[in-house]
């Protein structure tokens, strides 16, 4: 690389229109909402109905602009001069110095465009003008050939499926509508006379004993427009006096390499080449480079030789090829030069509680040789995982299998759907990907549904995926419409799919394409397509089979496309909710209204959506209720569930707040206040996806996967998330922590029988199993028995079973209720003996008489907290102890006097226990561990004035 200007920093930013604007600073990578909250033009959106106060900003045109400099020397030979933009949010014009440079309509790609003829030495205006995409997309309606139909939302804006981009923004049934614009990640200049590296793709073909791996590496190169591969330097001149150092002829080489990122050296073939080459670290680069008096292999003069490709494996030279820049694609200037290594004994990637996660580095560089001096011009660093992932699509009695196999094991996915977590790119960090990454990691979760309606997320999403092992279904970026089908959509989709495709593909964690979100399912629920069909049709095949499907096939040939979800396969028509084949959603619970007992009825293949919704947290809640013209906020008017604020924040009318009522009441005694009813709306949600889970972990190998709807929040509102938009769990986050586990007993009544499962994901265990009946009011089971039982491996197995009626001889379904724990023998495991537990009520607890537990909470043997007598909050001791340092962790320890259901622990600090929601016991003390995520917490000054809990009592 000659020279690159990097444009990230400050820009101004500019509303366009006729009289007054707003005008202000924005940072570059951001988007125009944080830039005005910045500013203090705007206060946080979320907060009351700020979102629909705020939309003039999603209704204007906004100007980024600012200057920047071009050193001289940079242009005064033929070298390329691009600017590069990899996401722009949505429609845009660019002009430098005055003189339109291209156009973007499409935020999923990333654009390129040649500047070489629009900048001058000196300084330079860019400036970049984004046309209101809510507006476009109400002009691009009105312009239609037919009706494209699409579900629409509550506060939301209309016709997002004429426009590439994120789906939600534009409002869904859990998330506000902002339409946001800007420019959301890197914006540079590069200047380069020789080819470039854009991507790097690795393709794995096993041999079917998994004994050894062929591994194909593309590089993909953008080759300057002037470059000659007979002649690479013909139209170089030299620098002017002004470059830092005297110019010699350049001749580029790639270089790849790739190393274990935990150091340890992978087993591979022997070197393609004659070991005679000789090698030595380049100090700017890291690299290893031919050393500086070693002329490469069939070149006479050290300063001109072809393109030479070398790949460092584990430290060992594997290869040292030329490249012959030749027959590149003159429209987009690429150039692929592929080639394959064979590795043996190869360590494998695994997916989470199936192993580990092994990555190896892989960096690929261009570099200029000059003499003495070599100087890397472009590189592009990532790590692949060694790994076989298919998908198993098997004809059997039932219909066809659908489960995914890694390195020759069955997986039964668990996981969630994923959606943006947030609408403002200024606020989606690093930061905040670990910790909702961890939070699926630490919940046994192996898989993640990246759905179609949001974004194609930033490549640190996907590298922390490949790091904690958790597989991602990817979708599309097409959700719960009828797209258009016009030569210019398909061809701006078209190059959306295969740069993301590119870009994304050498990660170990994708396991599937997904062409769409319930599209085709789309098809036959609407009027307008199920009364022309055959032409809705022709625009769903055109789009996702002839155009979409291809360029997966051709960049990734590995992995399985899926064409839909739900779906029964690439032409399988018939109904997408076919319950003996391919992937369902289920949603019968929820928007149908019915009791989460349901879920037991269902049967799948593999369930990739159903949910189950939930308030926030009432801190949340507090968070963004609103303020009064003197900066109150009138709780008692607002946090209600039949109030215009909270009818306002749900956004899924069928059932809505209506419904959330409905289901605690079926269930619960209806909570008197609005913090009480968050808390027992979460129980009910968690409790739901427990029963649902368990039961299609039940059904293994019939069903090999369940993705709940869904992940994470976008904002603070009702919605179906385990995890909150800030990053806390829910109940259910806790809860599949359990159904999740590798482990798990769980209990189901069968007719007459209550029957007790071993699902296992792993090698065959056996152990103690141990029943007890207790009655509500007891402080000791009423019977106990045990009984040594085996859970076969990768396998759902029914250990023990038992007459509804023997429970019921100890007491009405009202007073009795069922726990079991299952001990792992010491020889049946594998490091060290687990041991699970479940419970089984067989009542609702509405119909329970529950006494008020009295619930002690210790920190190692100090108790720190006790209840009031006259309900179940906490108030704290006082203390002469001297405090100890903040540590990261502090233990706590919980007993009670009487039978606690769902016991759950607050805390001020951010951070998460180890267990919650729990069933506390008498006599069985509980221990939890609070892990803190700040920094620099004092933690046991938070666990002393920032610890509460509550139970159902």
Avoid at 27 to 53: M, Y
Avoid at 99 to 115: A, K, L, P
Avoid at 518 to 538: H, M, P, Q, T
Avoid at 799 to 816: H, I, M, P, T
Wanted: charged share 20%; hydrophobic share 35%; with cysteine.
């Amino acid at each position: 690389m000659k020279g690159l200007i990097d444009l990230s920093g400050t820009w101004k930013l500019e509303q366009v229109g006729q009289g007054p604007v707003v005008e202000c600073e924005a940072t570059v990578p951001g988007d125009v909402h944080s830039a005005l909250l910045c500013a203090g033009i705007i206060q946080n959106p979320h907060v009351g109905f700020r979102e629909t106060e705020y939309r003039w900003i999603s209704w204007s045109d906004w100007l980024f602009s600012r200057t920047f400099q071009v050193d001289e020397y940079l242009l005064e030979d033929e070298s390329a001069v691009e600017l590069s933009c990899d996401c722009i949010d949505t429609l845009s014009v660019i002009v430098i110095n005055g003189r339109e440079v291209g156009r973007t309509d499409n935020m999923f790609r990333s654009y390129t465009f040649d500047i070489k003829n629009y900048i001058i030495p000196g300084t330079n205006q860019i400036s970049i003008r984004i046309t209101s995409a809510a507006k476009h997309a109400k002009y691009k309606e009105k312009d239609k050939d037919k009706p494209y139909p699409l579900w629409e939302y509550p506060h939301g804006e209309h016709h997002r499926n004429f426009i590439r981009k994120t789906a939600c923004h534009f409002g869904w049934d859990w998330g506000p509508c902002f339409v946001p614009a800007g420019i959301n990640k890197q914006i540079k200049i590069n200047i380069f006379r020789t080819p470039t590296i854009k991507y790097v793709t690795v393709s794995q073909k096993w041999e079917e004993d998994m004994s050894s791996v062929d591994l194909t590496f593309a590089v993909v190169l953008r080759v300057p427009s002037a470059y000659s591969s007979h002649n690479p330097f013909a139209s170089i001149t030299p620098l002017s006096s002004s470059s830092s150092s005297a110019f010699s002829p350049v001749a580029p080489n790639v270089m790849l390499r790739v190393t274990s990122s935990n150091g340890n050296t992978t087993p591979s073939s022997p070197p393609q080449r004659p070991a005679s080459i000789s090698f030595s670290n380049s100090k700017s680069s890291g690299s290893l480079l031919p050393s500086a008096g070693a002329s490469p292999i069939g070149s006479p003069n050290p300063f001109f030789f072809k393109p030479r490709l070398v790949i460092n494996f584990a430290g060992k030279c594997i290869l040292y090829e030329e490249i012959k820049v030749e027959n590149r694609d003159t429209t987009t200037r690429e150039y692929i030069h592929t080639f394959t290594h064979k590795i043996t004994e190869p360590q494998m990637w695994w997916p989470n509680g199936m192993g580990e996660p092994i990555l190896h580095t892989l960096r690929a560089d261009m570099f200029e040789v000059s003499g003495d001096r070599r100087s890397v011009c472009s590189t592009w660093t990532g790590h692949i995982g060694l790994r076989r992932l298919l998908l198993k699509r098997i004809p059997d009695q039932h219909g066809e299998t659908f489960y995914f196999e890694v390195n020759g094991k069955q997986m039964f996915a668990k996981g969630a759907d994923w959606i943006p977590c947030d609408n403002f790119s200024s606020r989606i960090t690093q930061s905040k990907y670990f910790n909702l990454l961890q939070s699926a990691q630490d919940a046994n979760f192996n898989m993640l549904r990246v759905w179609g309606g949001g974004s194609y997320e930033d490549d640190s999403f996907y590298n922390l995926c490949d790091q904690k092992g958790i597989c991602i279904w990817q979708d599309m970026m097409f959700a719960c419409a009828l797209y258009p089908s016009s030569s210019s959509f398909l061809k701006t989709v078209a190059k959306e799919v295969k740069h993301q495709v590119r870009r994304l593909s050498y990660h170990p964690c994708i396991a599937l394409w997904c062409g769409n979100n319930e599209n085709e399912e789309a098809l036959g629920i609407w009027d307008e397509s199920k009364s022309n069909r055959d032409r809705y049709v022709i625009d769903y095949h055109m789009l996702y089979i002839h155009t979409i499907a291809p360029i997966i096939a051709k960049e990734d040939p590995d992995r399985s496309f899926w064409p839909s979800s739900p779906s029964n396969g690439v032409n399988v028509w018939g109904n997408p909710q076919d319950p003996t084949r391919g992937d369902t959603h289920y949603w019968g619970v929820w928007h149908s209204n019915k009791p989460f007992t349901e879920y037991l009825t269902v049967k799948s293949r593999f369930c990739s959506e159903f949910g189950f919704q939930s308030l926030p947290s009432f801190e949340a809640m507090l968070r963004v209720t609103p303020f009064d013209e003197k900066g109150k906020q009138d709780l008692s008017e607002h946090l209600n569930l039949s109030s215009p604020f909270m009818d306002y924040r749900q956004r899924s009318p069928t059932p809505g707040n209506k419904g959330l009522l409905s289901h605690v009441s079926s269930h619960f005694r209806v909570p008197k206040d609005f913090a009480m009813f968050c808390y027992v709306s979460q129980v009910l949600q968690a409790v739901s996806i427990k029963t649902a889970c368990e039961h299609f972990r039940r059904q293994r190998p019939y069903c090999m996967g369940t993705l709940y709807w869904q992940f994470n929040d976008i904002w603070e509102g009702p919605s179906w998330s385990s995890v909150e938009y800030d990053g806390s769990w829910k109940l259910l986050n806790y809860f599949a922590k359990n159904f999740y586990a590798p482990l798990m007993v769980s209990m189901v009544e069968n007719g007459p029988k209550l029957e007790i499962w071993i699902s296992n994901d792993n090698d065959t265990t056996e152990g103690e199993l141990i029943i007890q009946i207790w009655r509500w009011e007891e402080k000791t089971p009423s019977i106990s028995w045990h009984t040594f039982v085996t859970g076969t491996g990768e396998a759902a197995t029914c250990v023990w079973s038992a007459n509804v009626s023997d429970f019921l001889k100890y007491g009405s379904r009202e007073q009795v209720f069922c726990v079991c724990k299952f001990k792992e023998t010491t020889e049946a495991a594998d490091i060290n003996p687990q041991t699970v537990e479940n419970y089984h009520f067989f009542a609702p607890l509405r119909s329970v008489t529950l006494l008020r537990p009295s619930i002690k909470i210790f920190d190692s043997v100090k108790p720190i907290l006790s209840p009031s007598p006259s309900n179940n909050d906490i108030h704290l001791q006082s203390s002469s102890n001297v405090p100890r340092l903040p540590p990261k962790t502090i233990t706590l320890s919980l007993t009670t006097e009487v039978i606690a259901p769902y016991v759950t622990l607050f805390a001020k600090a951010k951070g998460r226990f180890s267990d919650n929601g729990f069933l506390l016991l008498p006599g069985q003390p509980k221990e939890v561990e609070f892990k803190c995520w700040e920094d620099d917490a004092d933690l046991t000054r938070l666990v002393y004035n920032g610890l509460s809990v509550v139970s159902m009592r």
